[in-house]
């Protein structure tokens, strides 16, 4: 068995045809998590959730690059349907959460990938993803759910932002670092704090061996990140949840151990960390 803890049947990708992906993975024992990225794709992860009775679970949350902070210009995701929120209807997303399909809050976090040009532009716009990142964290303690980050080019502002979070509040924060592309320093910072680490297909594109390596097997989730990052064998094609086992044969190659344990013991993190039954 495996949990694909990082899918995204929500999005226009798999609008024609996310029940029978959804038929085929379940009839292959593949559970998966579909990721809200705004208040449409969490709500439809939502939907999506509540028609299958097990195997299927949501997360809400909005996406860094999906806050309309006015100062870059971003492409519209034709895969995912991108709808850009001016600010976050805290509790419109609270509402959402509540429902029992809903096993984390994310994903959420920190993009610097696309960003203004001028030193002024950069420091607002930093400051506005940050200060939506604290209230979705806020949400998160809230409702006592873990959260999946998303961080890209923005590692050590998410770690400061966690020790200070942590400080403050003196209790851990639980969730993962999701498609984690940082170096192993920030990697150990980030399982210093207690969070586990999520791999899926960008393994076949950066060498992230000595990481995967060196991370611990009870902190590593695998995912698919799908309609995104197919595996090698499935280039220039959409991914879906069934491929998160050439993940898992991936991982399980370069840690030397067995497909089997590693099936084993990734599962049991995914159903400790979301609680899932």
């Known amino acids: 068995m495996f949990i694909d803890t990082h899918a995204h049947l929500n999005f226009n990708a798999f609008q024609e045809d996310a029940d029978e992906i959804i038929r085929r993975s379940l009839e292959n ?17 939502v939907e999506i959730a509540k028609k299958c009775q097990k195997g299927v679970y949501a997360t809400v949350g909005l996406h860094p690059i999906n806050l309309d902070t006015g100062l870059v210009k971003i492409k519209v995701d034709e895969k995912e ?22 096993v984390a809050i994310g994903e959420i976090g920190l993009d610097y990938y696309w960003k203004p040009k001028t030193k002024k532009k950069l420091e607002l716009f930093k400051e506005k993803q940050k200060n939506l990142f604290l209230e979705e964290i806020k949400l998160a303690q809230e409702l006592n759910l873990p959260i999946i980050f998303h961080c890209r080019m923005a590692h050590q502002d998410l770690i400061e932002i966690l020790k200070s979070n942590i400080k403050s509040q003196k209790s851990k924060i639980r969730g993962v670092i999701h498609c984690f592309t940082g170096n192993w320093d920030q ?30 097997l009870e902190k590593i989730l695998i995912e698919t990140d799908c309609p995104y990052l197919p595996p090698p064998q499935f280039e220039n094609q959409r991914n879906e ?4 086992k050439y993940i898992a044969q991936e ?7 067995s497909f089997e344990e590693l099936a084993e013991i990734t599962t049991k993190n995914a159903k400790e960390l979301f609680k899932l039954e």
């Open 29 to 45: 024992d593949i559970w998966m998590i579909n990721i809200g990225t705004n208040f449409e794709t969490s709500k439809r992860a």
């Open 251 to 257: 991982i399980a190659k370069i840690k030397n151990i």
């Open 81 to 102: 349907g991108s709808h850009f929120e001016k600010e976050f209807d805290f509790e419109e997303y609270k509402r959402l959460a509540q429902s029992e399909k809903v």
């Open 187 to 216: 990697a150990q910072k980030f399982l210093e704090t207690g969070l586990y680490l999520g791999f899926n297909g960008i393994i076949f594109k950066l060498d992230l061996g000595k990481i995967i390596k060196n991370t611990p």
């Open 241 to 244: 949840p069934l491929y998160v």
